[in-house]
């Protein structure tokens, strides 16, 4: 739009894209959030040393914030969002509630004034009846959100979701709503400006949640249908308008499974999951939002809109899932985005040789991509994320990866608890299919070759040691051996490759992969694949829908040898309490010479601004403290040691 940009920073964002992306940079404090970006005060010093006229508070810290808007205002500056008044009013759950119900939109129940003590609680939750949700009045982002389904497990969700919400938002209101079973999250897009015209954009369904934080969205919702989708657009344009509503902003709502919606909150910023809506409608949210905020009248009427195919975005979170989604911080040693184009959107905010700190959202990039329909849109998912490499942190590509191919996910079977329902103990990736062994051994071999064709045309070595081709081979995957044949297929670039025999069947393989690449595109029996690659050792490790694949290639003979190497079993840490994550050690709830019994409370480890309790395995007496309240403890750290 040719507007000159100014970006803010903190100790933690020092080297961040958006710093280098922008015209000029400020830096405005130390890394916690609340020294930086939630200082009000820094923010406008900045706007005053640049001569900045306006500000887009982008997704999270102060988007929200009245005190913000107005104070932006005062000093004549514009804020890239919608008034202070409606911030006001749709920041705050309680009256964000009382005011959907008077523009007719249907509402949770619930009790929606500050609730002071967790005794109160209980009172409101028995009347309501369990299971109830305590939400954070100033919440956004899965913070302070907390579910319980008796009244012990209500008092310890007080105190966790009125201290998150404390350290989140500065405002530790919490208010109770009845917690609908099976819910699904769909939202609807709004967008308005100052001469009362309020459009909507249709819906993006959002139901696949991890701690009350999205993790797969899609445009538009399996589910609904034309009359529901009419109806929920509607309601939020009519509250929109109620409200006075000028910008780009959220209706959010829970779908019981017959389709009858209520309002869930309204969010009074941009979504970090506007792509999908944007490729779905050709509209471009942000600059609307830029040209609303500078006075201008929307062009765009509600007979305009016209979506147009379907929309995927998957998050990409510095997670383990293989350890319960513990979150994950370190250094991107290697980062390879999948390549770009009309289908496949990535939007980032990190580089290779960056870090991701345990001071902000776990969040690392999104992918977003387009289809002519939903199978499509989510087979193109699935091969952008193969082509996703990190290494440095762990990351839950895998699991998004997974995601895409599971049954119930393809068919659009979709709840708010289809994470907790489909991996109640955790993610574990599927197990592989014959046609999946089939294209790993054949990348697998394909590697080997390459490898072993560079290392044979190295200069000096004996006469009779130049490259030679042996065609038969054996790829080990799991303790199973996997005899193969190899003709060589000579081409040039993604034409060159092998022909190999497995079983009686032919797996032609053509790329033009060269050794190092992390990520081999190819075609085997002219079908498209991607895959995530590295040497480990003198094998190789291969990622390819949500399984990552140890595999080794031997000579017959070598094979023989292998199948009898005994395997090492790793050190019993059985009499340790270790931190699950890189994080805050906020709290000990025993000390030496205590006894625990299973699931009692041993300490609180605080990371990405999120409250994680670690409790005891089984019953024991703690010998020796190895950590105190306040140390940054980082992956495997050990905090607590028990009698043997």
Not at 251 to 260: T, W
Not at 611 to 640: M, P, Y
Request: with cysteine; glycine share 8%; aromatic share 8%.
């Amino acid at each position: 739009m040719g507007i000159k940009t100014v970006a803010v920073y903190s100790d933690a964002d020092k080297y961040g894209r958006h710093v280098r992306a922008c015209d000029e940079a400020i830096y405005i404090g130390p890394s916690p959030a609340a020294e930086s970006y939630l200082v009000i005060d820094k923010l406008l010093s900045a706007c005053r040393q640049t001569g900045a006229d306006a500000v887009h508070p982008g997704y999270g810290f102060l988007s929200e914030r009245t005190t913000f808007a107005k104070a932006l205002a005062d000093e004549g500056i514009t804020f890239i969002g919608p008034n202070a008044e409606v911030i006001r009013l749709m920041g705050d759950k309680i009256l964000a509630n009382r005011a959907a119900k008077e523009a007719g939109v249907p509402t949770v129940p619930g009790h929606w004034d500050q609730i002071p003590t967790p005794e109160e609680a209980v009172e409101i939750a028995n009347g309501i009846g369990f299971p109830v949700m305590l939400k954070a009045a100033a919440g956004g982002g899965g913070k302070g959100i907390r579910i319980a389904h008796d009244e012990a497990e209500l008092k310890e969700a007080f105190r966790l979701a009125t201290s998150e919400a404390r350290q989140a938002f500065g405002d530790d209101r919490v208010f109770i709503e009845k917690f609908i079973e099976q819910p699904r999250h769909i939202e609807i897009q709004v967008l308005g400006d100052k001469f009362g015209n309020v459009i909507h954009l249709d819906e993006r369904e959002c139901s696949i949640q991890r701690r009350h934080q999205k993790v797969i969205e899609e445009a538009p919702s399996p589910f609904l249908d034309a009359a529901t989708r009419h109806d929920m657009g509607m309601r939020a344009v009519n509250l929109a308008k109620a409200c006075g509503y000028d910008s780009a902003g959220t209706c959010e709502f829970i779908v019981d499974q017959r389709r009858n919606f209520f309002f869930l909150e309204m969010n009074t910023r941009l979504q970090v999951e506007h792509s999908v809506t944007e490729f779905t409608h050709n509209i471009d949210l942000v600059e609307w939002m830029i040209r609303v905020a500078a006075g201008e009248e929307m062009t765009i009427r509600q007979e305009d809109v016209q979506p147009h195919g379907w929309s995927v975005e998957a998050r990409v979170y510095a997670e383990d899932p293989n350890r319960k989604f513990m979150p994950s911080t370190g250094r991107l040693v290697r980062y390879r985005e999948p390549i770009e184009s009309d289908e496949v959107r990535v939007d980032s905010g990190v580089y290779e040789g960056g870090e991701i700190s345990m001071f902000y959202d776990p969040m690392i990039s999104k992918v977003t991509t387009w289809g002519r329909d939903r199978d499509s849109a989510i087979a193109l998912m699935r091969r952008a994320l193969d082509e996703f490499y990190i290494k440095g942190v762990h990351h839950n590509i895998a699991f998004l990866t997974a995601l895409m191919a599971n049954p119930r996910f393809l068919q659009g079977r979709l709840s708010t608890a289809f994470i907790a329902e489909e991996y109640p103990e955790g993610f574990a990736p599927a197990p592989l299919e014959s046609q999946d062994v089939d294209s790993i051994v054949a990348v697998a071999m394909l590697m080997h070759l390459r490898y072993l064709f560079r290392a044979k045309e190295v200069s000096g070595q004996m006469p009779g040691y130049g490259r030679r081709f042996h065609p038969d081979w054996v790829a080990e995957i799991n303790k199973k051996f996997y005899p193969v044949t190899i003709e060589e297929h000579a081409g040039r670039g993604s034409e060159e490759g092998f022909d190999i025999t497995r079983d009686g069947r032919i797996l032609s393989i053509r790329s033009d992969w060269v050794v190092d690449d992390p990520v081999v595109r190819c075609t085997i029996n002219s079908v498209p694949h991607s895959f995530k690659v590295e040497r480990v050792g003198i094998g190789y490790r291969l990622y390819h829908l949500g399984a990552e694949v140890d595999v080794m290639v031997y000579t017959a003979k070598v094979a023989e040898l292998a199948k009898k190497m005994p395997e090492r079993k790793p050190p019993d840490m059985s009499k340790y309490l270790v931190s699950p994550m890189p994080g805050l050690l906020q709290s000990l709830s025993v000390e030496a010479g205590e006894r625990v019994d299973e699931g009692d409370e041993l300490a609180i480890v605080q990371a990405m601004k999120m409250e994680n309790i670690l409790r005891a395995a089984r019953s024991g007496k703690v010998t020796k403290l190895h950590a105190n309240a306040g140390d940054t403890l980082s992956v495997g750290q050990i905090i607590i040691e028990f009698e043997q």
